[in-house]
């Protein structure tokens, strides 16, 4: 069974904090993908981020960077310089590469992590 | 290109009360979902479906009924609703093609509230 758990239900900082968004997971698939996505106040799910479970690269993004250790079982997000904008609550998700079994391509999510910067 | 969308964006009913929530994707994708997303739970998946005529139950499919007729369209029913069921519904859909990024494309989301 596939797991993801975002120990962190809410962190509030002041704007141009630094802030890192922890995602530990779980799963029996060799392949897998993982993801976060962010949502606004307004409700949808924007993609930020996916990777593979074979690349372990560490990837940046503007402000925003991941960190992927397969040893540890996390993929940790981190907001550099953080902004009012980037309020919102963020979701991490993992899926198999390959749908079958008992994962039939579904995203597996945590709970969600509520951020919230204060100007 | 619309991607997915579900209809209604809104909805509020009354204890009993029956109604559909519909998805359509234009992506020609075979893979379709309905999650719930509930405060402090995360999305949870309530029925799932790989393809046209078929059907499946996810972790949470108690007091839904789902059909998928057409490959672009999966209907999402709650025969008699409860106030459980007051929550925001977001239907989904994946490749499973050359393009198969494991990504799920979602829709924008159905706020439902029963009262």
């Known amino acids: 069974a596939q797991k993801v758990t975002q120990a962190q239900t809410e962190i509030s900082v002041v704007e141009k904090e630094d802030v890192t968004l922890d995602c530990v997971y779980e799963?029996?698939?060799?392949?897998?993908?993982l993801f976060w996505y962010k949502q606004p106040p307004s409700g949808e799910l924007v993609f930020l981020i996916r990777?593979?479970?074979?690349?372990?690269q560490n990837e940046i993004s503007g402000r925003y960077s991941w960190n992927f250790q397969k040893s540890t079982s996390s993929f940790n997000f981190t907001i550099t310089a953080s902004q009012v904008v980037d309020s919102a609550v963020y979701f991490c998700?993992?899926?198999?590469?390959?749908?079958?079994?008992?994962?039939?391509?579904?995203?597996?999510f945590g709970q969600g992590t509520i951020l919230t910067v204060h100007p | 290109n619309a991607g997915v969308t579900q209809t209604p964006k809104f909805r509020v009913l009354k204890t009993g009360q029956s109604m559909t929530l519909l998805c359509a994707q234009d992506m020609n994708h075979e893979y379709m979902y309905w999650y719930r997303q509930d405060p402090g739970m995360g999305l949870r998946l309530i029925h799932y479906?790989?393809?046209?005529?078929?059907?499946a139950k996810g972790e949470v499919p108690d007091g839904y009924n789902v059909s998928r007729l057409k490959k672009q369209n999966f209907l999402l029913g709650l025969e008699s609703a409860a106030p459980s069921q007051t929550s925001v519904y977001f239907c989904?859909?994946?490749?499973?093609?050359?393009?198969?990024?494991?990504?799920?494309?979602f829709g924008e989301g159905s706020r439902l509230t029963v009262l």
């Open positions: 799963t029996r698939d060799t392949t897998y993908y």
């Open positions: 989904a859909s994946r490749t499973l093609g050359a393009s198969n990024t494991g990504e799920l494309f």
């Open positions: 479906s790989v393809g046209e005529g078929t059907t």
């Open positions: 990777r593979n479970s074979f690349d372990e």
């Open positions: 998700a993992l899926s198999a590469v390959y749908p079958g079994g008992t994962s039939y391509g579904k995203l597996t």
